[in-house]
């Protein structure tokens, strides 16, 4: 079974910078995808960004464009999600995705990780 592990939340100020990684597992096949959610206190649970491991395609939340940037390291199954010019909006909490189906932001995927907590705020 997929096992996906996130490190890298924290709270910063806003217009700073933090990088989630994620550590997945347990893969089946060797295309997959693996992207982030993240949930606002209220509110739904929303894609932020994904990328495909067979061709490094990836999408991203409009909200989100410009700012955030998602890759993954050589062996394709670390993927992390750069945040830049982080604004107090994007405090959630965000949450590590895979699936080995679908690529995209709705909520199709199969597996999920625990979250890690980011908050933006003076």
């Known amino acids: 079974e997929v096992q996906l592990v996130e490190s890298g939340g924290g709270s910063v100020q806003p217009g700073g910078s933090l990088r989630l990684s994620c550590a997945a597992s347990g893969f089946t096949f060797d295309d997959y995808t693996i992207g982030w959610f993240r949930q606002a206190p209220g509110k739904e649970r929303e894609g932020v960004s994904c990328i495909s491991s067979r061709d490094g395609s990836n999408r991203y939340a409009d909200s989100v464009k410009g700012r955030f940037f998602i890759y993954s390291d050589v062996t394709k199954t670390t993927v992390y999600l750069q945040m830049n010019d982080l604004r107090p909006e994007d405090t959630a909490v965000y949450y590590c995705?895979?699936?080995?189906?679908?690529?995209?932001?709705?909520?199709?995927?199969?597996?999920w990780g625990q979250g890690t907590q980011v908050t933006v705020s003076s």
């Open positions: 995705v895979a699936d080995e189906r679908y690529w995209g932001l709705d909520m199709a995927y199969d597996y």
